[in-house]
Nanobody
């Protein structure tokens, strides 16, 4: 299984970015797909997740600003990030959780700065 993430970059505060993550390979029995982020020297933290049933969960810090969605095949997950703040600056990782294992994308840097 491979996860290919894209969409990171630099944006001014208040701006928007959309991250995408496509899963390929033998993708079976998906429990959930989601996004985590990591600050320098810190552990990865959950940003948003969408389950196989379509339920979503967000970190309190991004509620109302970020939105997670997926495609009909349920193998690509998106993170729409609006009203970005400097504290959203981090490396964002997509995550795929299946009954057979957990997989991570390569990480994409999001920088929010004026």
């Amino acid at each position: 299984v491979q996860l290919q993430a894209s969409g990171g970059g630099s944006v001014q505060p208040g701006g928007s970015l959309r991250l995408s993550c496509a899963a390929s390979g033998r993708v079976y029995s998906i429990n959930a797909m989601g996004w985590f982020r990591q600050y320098p020297g810190k552990q990865r933290e959950l940003v948003a997740v969408i389950t196989s049933g379509g339920s979503t969960q967000y970190a309190d810090s991004v509620k109302g600003r970020f939105s997670i969605s997926r495609d009909n095949a349920k193998t690509t997950v998106y993170l729409q990030m609006d009203s970005l703040k400097p504290e959203d600056t981090a490396v964002y990782y997509c995550n795929l959780d299946t009954f057979l294992g957990t997989y991570w994308g390569q990480g994409t840097l999001v920088t929010v700065s004026s």
